[in-house]
């Protein structure tokens, strides 16, 4: 097995569930509170450690008691954060998270997360490892970091999310991109909906210029677009709770799999069965399934 390297966020994530979210100017009371480790990399890099790859992560947090936590959480994950810079002057990476109705609406602050720099970086790829990044660290370090990966055959993956402006020549760096509906309507200027028929998530997949894209479609499952064909995945069944993380889940597991010397539709219909457990537990780091886990849901399907 091979080494999974995230480069990306850490957040603490401030999840307020309420049974609906308010309108703009307006006051709702009676939600819970939760603060809970998160953050796309941090995420990922927990999927890919619980799942049983061994994992490093790359980033940054402040010099505060957020950071402190978020250490300890990897630790506690087994992943190695030796690659965690602190940078004292700033903030731990923040997550406003609004749980209502089974969905999730994200306000970041991203603090340390976009000073993580290309100099911070203390660590080289080597092949076959695979490497994985979202677009809420710089630009500029994941293009440098994946340029550095291509060079010596590690495989590279891309969660673009959130949508950022980004270079076009940053595709050519990337194996495997990873986004959801809202995500490719945005990087793609198409018009894309969770109700779109396969044949236009296909086509905007296609206009990311990259060999194989990944379309996370929620509840309706993914389509899988690569130099073998295209094929449909429908989502496992599940009692929905929080779908924080999801995305982020599937990703880590996805990897993870790659990792372990799985074929691309192995890896993605086992990503599928990880997200779907994800769902079912509040938050996002915290709801990242054991193996054992995804292997109880795949003989359920
Ligand atoms: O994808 C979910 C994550 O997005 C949350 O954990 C939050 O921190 C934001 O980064």
Redesign the pocket.
Known sequence: MTRVVVCG?L?M?VIAQSTRRPVAGETILGATVSFLP???GL?QAVAASRLGAKTAILGAVGGDAFGETLREVLADNGVDASGVRTIGKSTTGV?L?QVAEGDNA?T?ASGANMLFATSMVGREPRRGEIWLAQF?TPITTTEAVFRRARAVGARTILNL?PVVRYPSRLMKLVDIAVLNEIELAQATGRRITPKSPDRDIVSACGRLGVPTVVATLGGRGLVIVSPDGVTVLAALPAKVVDT??A??CFVGALAARLAAGRDLLDAARYANAAAACSVERLG?APSMPTAREVAARLARA
């Open positions: 966020s957040n994530d998160g953050g796309k995420n997550a998270i994200i970041g809420e999310a924080t993380g995305g982020d996002a």
